[in-house]
């Protein structure tokens, strides 16, 4: 199989050679040096995940890493072909987000059985067995969900309110962000008797999705509701472009919680459509390639790295927050 890898690496090694002056001398020593990475990426439902794929290109690029890239266009199926195709390559370090928590297991088996180590990008796998992966990179969601809720708790405190009915679009079923932003969120505002949740559904992290459930959560509770919290930002800005249509004022007849941290939502806080906006950063390639490196080196990583994150509100100045990048 040793002469697929070559043939690989040679192969990326001559991209690189046709953008440069030198680029026989730069295949060869890319052939001599390169480490290679296989990671494989879920989808391309969102800026947020456009901007992930990009930190991770760019990041590869910069610590002098060759990056296999393949994206799985939300199909769980097409990631585990291609980790499989990442452990025929010998790749020297695997790297996936999974779609879902479940169902990985054998693959990561048939990694662990080929020596490959494993870095999860971004979310997590359900799995009794946490010797499959050697490395987690990513957001705490849970911690998320928390800090969208005690917003809403600040804000009810704040309107002095009785009572604020909510409506809930979640993220993918059984996806890390989608359980953990759900748990976190209700482990507070369901202490908080003020705080009522009407209904929570699924609109798979998707502008579209987010369009087609705001519509029918207006259909079933019309101005009964008060709060839409959503766990992203492609989803809110699908929401808030039905609330408009319907003449409703976002940020004011509907308090808006998201999560990401888009340009396009913080754009969206400045204007007022939008309440809170839960930073989750998508900024994870250095991250990704620095543990990536030492477990390439055989050295010791920390089995959970979380980057830092905030929460941006209306009642924060932002007149200095430098432009998102995603
Ligand atoms: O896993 C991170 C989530 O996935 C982001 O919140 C969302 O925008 C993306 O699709």
Not at 90 to 117: H, R
Not at 215 to 236: A, P
């Amino acid at each position: 199989m040793k002469w697929k890898r070559s043939l690989l690496l040679l192969w990326l090694a001559a991209c690189v050679g046709l953008f440069s002056a030198c680029g026989t001398q730069k295949a060869a020593d890319t052939e001599n040096t390169a480490k290679l990475l296989g990671f494989s990426q879920l989808g391309s439902e969102s800026s947020w995940r456009l901007g992930n794929t990009e930190s991770i290109t760019r990041a590869a690029e910069s610590h002098g890493i060759s990056l296999m890239l393949k994206n799985a266009n939300q199909r769980q199926e097409n990631q585990i072909d291609a980790i499989r195709s990442f452990i025929a390559y010998q790749v020297d370090v695997i790297s996936f987000s999974p779609i879902v928590e479940d169902g990985w297991d054998n693959v990561l088996t048939e990694a662990k059985n080929a020596g490959i180590p494993v870095i999860l990008v971004d979310r997590l796998i359900h799995t009794e067995d946490d010797s499959l992966y050697d490395a987690y990179v990513g957001a705490d969601f849970y911690q998320e969900g928390v800090r969208a809720g005690e917003y809403l708790v600040q804000k009810a405190e704040r309107m002095k309110a009785d009572k604020l009915c909510i409506v809930e679009i979640a993220g993918t079923q059984d996806s890390t962000p989608g359980l953990q932003r759900y748990q976190g969120f209700h482990d507070v505002v369901d202490q908080d008797s003020r705080l009522i949740t009407l209904e929570t559904v699924s609109g798979d992290f998707l502008r579209s999705k987010g369009k087609e459930c705001m519509r029918s959560l207006l259909e079933k509770y019309g101005d009964q509701i008060d709060v839409l919290y959503s766990h992203n930002d492609g989803m809110t800005l699908g929401a808030i472009d039905v609330l408009e249509e319907q003449g409703l004022v976002p940020g004011k007849d509907i308090i808006i919680v998201t999560v990401d941290g888009e340009q396009e939502a913080i754009d969206g806080l400045k204007a007022g459509k939008i309440n809170c906006v839960v930073e989750c950063t998508p900024m994870l390639g250095d991250l990704v390639m620095e543990l990536a490196e030492k477990l390439m080196a055989g050295e010791a990583v920390p089995k959970v790295t979380h980057p830092e994150e905030q929460v941006f509100t209306e009642f924060d100045d932002l007149s200095d927050l430098a432009p998102r990048g995603y």
